[in-house]
Nanobody
Framework: QVQLVESGGGLVQAGESLRLSCTASGSIFRINAMGWYRQAPGKQRELVAF???????NYADSVKGRFTISRDNAKNTVYLQMNSLKPEDTAVYYC??????????????WGQGTQVTVSS
């Protein structure tokens, strides 16, 4: 089993910044892609950004130019730097990581979520 622990959420005003962190621990074989998703009240969970082990990234259109995802492979940690935050960024942010076993089976894990609230 792999555990993902997130930190860094909070309450900020529009235009301010936050940095989320997520560290994977436990019985890890090989962490591949890591990413951040978010879920606002009454809405479905959506992808915010993900990053491969090689550093390739992908972002939702709504956060391009404002958010930056990065990772430290040695620490199995992924970060999300969120700048110029908007009230519509308010959501619970979830970390996700894929662990690849020796037989190539992929297991996907989720963090418990961290609340980000942006006031106008």
């Amino acid at each position: 089993q792999v555990q993902l622990v997130e930190s860094g959420g909070g309450l900020v005003q529009a235009g301010e910044s936050l940095r989320l962190s997520c560290t994977a621990s436990g019985s890890i074989f090989r962490i591949n892609a890591m990413g951040w998703y978010r879920q606002a009240p009454g809405k479905q969970r959506e992808l915010v950004a993900f990053i491969t082990v090689g550093g390739s990234t992908n972002y939702a259109d709504s956060v391009k130019g404002r958010f930056t995802i990065s990772r430290d492979n040695a620490k199995n940690t992924v970060y999300l730097q969120m700048n110029s935050l908007k009230p519509e960024d308010t959501a619970v942010y979830y970390c996700n990581a894929d662990d690849i076993h020796p037989d190539a089976t992929r297991y996907s894990y989720w963090g418990q979520g961290t609340q980000v609230t942006v006031s106008s």
